[in-house]
Nanobody, 130 residues
Framework: QVQLVESGGGLVQAGGSLRLSCAAS????????MGWFRQAPGKEREFVAAINWSSEPTYYTDSVKGRFTISRDNAKNTVYLQMNSLKPEDTAVYYCARSYYGDTYRYSTAYHNPRDYAYWGQGTQVTVSS
């Protein structure tokens, strides 16, 4: 069983930065794509960023390109989301998730779809004040 635990959320002013971490249990972390999603109150869960098992390629939703950076350390079983220039509209619960897919090509077609992720963390709250 894979467990994912997010940390690093909090309250920050607009323009500030936060770094989210997601620690995974299990020895297969380095073999699968990992993603970050977020869900704001009253809205559906949406894709934020994803990273292939080998750290490349990475993928981002348009609204965070140039501000957020996803990375991973397979030796530490951890994936990160560096969030800079935060905006009030980034306020949400952020979830990390492990994909079903280790194949680079298959993941390239599935990274944005929550249904293509097998395991999810409990989420961490990010609140950006204006």
């Amino acid at each position: 069983q894979v467990q994912l635990v997010e940390s690093g959320g909090g309250l920050v002013q607009a323009g500030g930065s936060l770094r989210l971490s997601c620690a995974a249990s299990g020895r297969t972390f380095g073999s699968f794509g990992m993603g970050w999603f977020r869900q704001a109150p009253g809205k559906e869960r949406e894709f934020v960023a994803a990273i292939n098992w080998s750290s490349e390629p990475t993928y981002y939703t348009d609204s965070v390109k140039g501000r957020f950076t996803i990375s991973r350390d397979n030796a530490k079983n951890t994936v990160y989301l560096q969030m800079n220039s935060l905006k009030p509209e980034d306020t949400a619960v952020y979830y990390c998730a492990r994909s079903y897919y280790g194949d680079t090509y298959r993941y390239s077609t599935a990274y944005h779809n929550p249904r293509d992720y097998a395991y999810w963390g409990q989420g961490t709250q990010v609140t950006v004040s204006s």
